[in-house]
């Protein structure tokens, strides 16, 4: 069974950082493109990075130049790197990766999220 954990969601102040985990546990046989989508009160999901198994990143406009996703493939971990967060990015931040397990064909998995607020 294929789970994904995430880690490190929390209230900070604007201008300040945290930085989400995200780890894939269980009977993988591989792991191509992961990525961190977030939903916030009467919005809909979005997409907030992705990157995939060999490096290549995306992000949204709205975080450029602040968020960075970057992944460990030894560890099966993707990482969110948020720096000079505004109110703006409070949300519920989920994680989500294309895996194949073993004796199965490729799913999307979905972690259960974890909530950022940004406030003072």
């Known amino acids: 069974q294929v789970q994904l954990v995430e880690s490190g969601g929390g209230l900070v102040q604007p201008g300040g950082s945290l930085r989400l985990s995200c780890a894939a546990s269980g009977s993988i046989s591989s792991i191509s493109d992961m990525g961190w989508y977030r939903q916030a009160p009467g919005k809909q999901r979005e997409l907030v990075a992705a990157i995939t198994s060999g490096g290549r990143t995306n992000l949204a406009d709205s975080v450029k130049g602040r968020f960075t996703i970057s992944r460990d493939n030894a560890k099966k971990t993707v990482y969110l790197q948020m720096n000079a967060l505004k109110p703006e990015d409070t949300a519920v931040y989920y994680c989500?990766?294309?895996?194949?397990?073993?004796?199965?064909?490729?799913?999307?998995?979905w972690g259960q999220g974890t909530q950022v607020t940004v406030s003072s």
């Open positions: 989500k990766a294309e895996i194949k397990p073993y004796s199965r064909t490729w799913f999307d998995y």
